[in-house]
């Protein structure tokens, strides 16, 4: 029962939480485990599902998500991914989980007139549950400054399946502007 091995585990229920039976591995993903880029990104991202979710609550379709985005990052390391995709592909698991969570904000309009988000100057509020147009920024005290490629990347992430992710490509200025909105985001979330 080694870290970041899927396998199938069979417990005999007994007193306290049970006795381990047998166990067998069905995925080893032995690329991740070779992969200190990656190990970082799953162990962070291990690190949120943990504050995020009960302990001892069954939830398949975060298990599947989470199956699905250790999949996806051990097919990158394979293929020697740069870092920024291995930071895009943990960002986008990390938008999908909080928005499995019940934690999704709005990318499609401002979230306080409603209008429509246009290409130009907008900005994240985690406590107003989105991006706000530059008109009903001015208001807001706590935001952050969301690029028009960050705001695409959040809708595609939101979107499509996290294998589908493994494709996206970003530059770094756009890396780390989605890093700064997640953080942003988990600090009110987690906190």
């Known amino acids: 029962l080694e870290p970041l091995t899927y396998a199938e585990i069979f417990v005999a229920k007994g007193k306290g939480m049970g006795k381990i039976t047998s166990s ?3 995925d080893n993903l032995p690329g991740l485990k070779a992969d200190l880029d990656s190990l970082s990104n799953i162990f962070y991202s291990f690190g949120i599902l943990e504050k995020i979710i009960s302990e001892q609550e069954e939830d398949r379709a975060v298990f599947c998500l989470l199956l699905e985005y250790l999949q996806s990052a051990e097919k990158i390391s394979a293929q020697a991914a740069d870092k920024y995709k291995k930071d895009i592909l943990m960002i986008g698991f990390l938008f999908k989980l909080l928005a499995e969570a019940g ?13 429509k988000l246009k290409p130009e100057k907008n900005y994240f509020s985690a406590a107003q549950g989105g991006i706000l147009c530059v008109n009903c920024a001015e208001g807001e005290r706590r935001k952050i400054v969301i690029e028009n490629e960050s705001i695409k990347f959040i809708r595609i992430f939101l979107k499509n399946k996290i294998e589908n992710l493994v494709k996206l490509s970003a530059d770094r200025k756009n890396t780390r502007n989605l890093q700064a909105v997640m953080k942003e985001f988990l600090d009110w979330v987690v906190k």
């Open 24 to 26: 067998i591995v069905i």
């Open 103 to 115: 934690y999704r904000f709005e990318v499609e309009k401002c979230v306080l007139c409603g209008k």
